[in-house]
């Protein structure tokens, strides 16, 4: 008996199941889906010795042929603003949203069954309803409009599409393919007058300390080779020995200087010759040269930045050293130098002497702006008589200078060499 009463338990709910079944199936002929209605399909009668053999097979899930149409209408409200976020900083597909959320579709709930392109198209066609710019009139309708329809055209074609989902996870791609512009940015334009000026500025500041660093060299070899009276051989100059000659004149001249307990002090030339230090030890001659040269090294310098131009372009700045005034006489010396130059042509071509200013010229291109300012007048004339601009007469000039600068020794060795034939 309990057998007989559960086997008709079941076909009742059999029978109940394929009645649903049927009725869903009724519903979803009659949707408008197509112009042709679909023939409905006759199902066969259940009866009570098909529900036992019924009972040992699975139920099968019928929510799923469900049209998806009615699945993702469900719940759908087109006035919703919530658009997700996607990467697109070149605007490339939906810029910062997300085209399934414009369209009311969310990717991450629909898996491995997204929406084709008849239910976007659906979904396209109820959204323009609502927010066409000649039907709506919600103020921002026009924009919302254009970015419904960017959405519907990017997943209504199968190739887009199919980049845009692989891209939602894959930035890489995205910056390989059509870049970023959202990592930096450019600053406003700067003054351009501003800027120039700034520049003009920082050149002349640079030109007058370049200018200034020049002469300093010069000062400090020249106070250096004074105080330490280099020989012609170290690099010592008729300058440095006329200024340790004046520095010496100074120092005992000094009158005697008196300490705080009133006792008489005498002139620093007086300690530097004494022979005996307190203690009664002596001086050496080392500790003599060095007491000499402490005494000499303050009055060597004021002498020294007293002089205002070494000669060859090494004096301290003033304002004919700033960029604007080379600048400003650039075209007056390119001039001038041209001037000479095509009047010295001319005159070879003549085949004339050579006169006096051009001599001069020519003799100061050969040896340098800084070794002509720094000679007296008769060694200019010395020079000018050498005919230095002559190739072999300057090699010979420059000979001479070398061996003046070495001591008596190295002289008398270079002669004996030189006779030999052992020099260059």
């Known amino acids: 008996r309990w057998i007989v009463f559960l086997a008709l338990v079941l076909a009742s709910v059999q029978v109940s199941m394929v009645a649903v079944a049927q009725e869903d199936g009724d519903a979803a002929a009659g949707a408008p889906t197509s112009d042709a209605e679909v023939p409905k399909k006759e199902e066969p009668e259940t009866t009570a010795s098909d529900s036992s053999q019924s009972s040992s097979t699975p139920k099968k899930d019928t929510s799923s042929t469900k049209p998806r149409e009615l699945l993702e209408d469900s719940g759908f409200d087109a006035s919703s603003t919530e658009w997700g976020s996607y990467y697109d900083p070149q605007n490339i597909f939906c810029g910062s949203y997300d085209c399934y959320k414009i369209l009311g579709f969310d990717y ?71 870049g970023t512009s959202v990592l930096w940015s450019y600053a406003p334009k700067s003054d351009l007058s501003m800027v120039i000026m700034l520049i003009f500025v920082i050149a002349n500041v640079f030109s007058w300390f370049s200018q200034k660093h020049r002469w300093q060299l010069v000062a400090d070899r020249l106070t250096k080779a004074a105080v330490e009276d280099w020989p012609t051989a170290q690099g010592g100059t008729p300058e440095s020995k006329d200024l340790r000659e004046q520095a010496l004149a100074i120092l005992n001249a000094t009158p005697d200087e008196t300490n705080e307990n009133g006792k008489a002090n005498s002139s620093l030339s007086s300690s530097t010759t004494s022979k005996k230090q307190k203690g009664g030890k002596k001086i050496s001659a080392k500790e003599k040269k060095k007491m000499e040269e402490e005494a000499l090294l303050p009055i060597v310098k004021a002498l020294v930045y007293e002089m205002k131009d070494f000669g060859g372009g090494f004096h301290q700045p003033t304002w004919k050293d700033l960029m604007v005034v080379t600048l400003a006489k650039m075209p007056f010396n390119v001039a001038t130098a041209l001037l000479w130059n095509t009047k010295y042509y001319l005159r070879r071509l003549q085949k004339l002497e050579l006169c006096d200013e051009e001599k001069e010229v020519l003799t100061e291109r050969a040896v340098g702006p800084v070794v002509w300012d720094t000679k007296s007048d008769e060694e200019r004339e010395q020079m000018v008589k050498k005919e230095l601009w002559i190739k072999e007469n300057k090699l010979e000039w420059e000979e001479e200078q070398y061996v003046a600068n070495l001591s008596s020794a190295d002289q008398k060795q270079y002669a004996k060499l030189k006779k030999r034939g052992k020099v260059e």
């Open 108 to 178: 991450d709930s629909f898996g491995k069954s997204p929406p084709d392109a008849k239910i976007i198209t659906k979904r396209y066609r109820k959204l323009s309803r609502e927010w066409h710019p000649d039907k709506s009139k919600h103020k921002d309708a026009k924009e919302r409009f254009v970015k419904i329809n960017k959405a519907y055209e990017v997943l209504t074609d199968a190739e887009v599409r199919k980049e845009y989902d692989m891209m939602r996870f894959n930035q890489e791609a995205y910056f390989s393919k059509y």
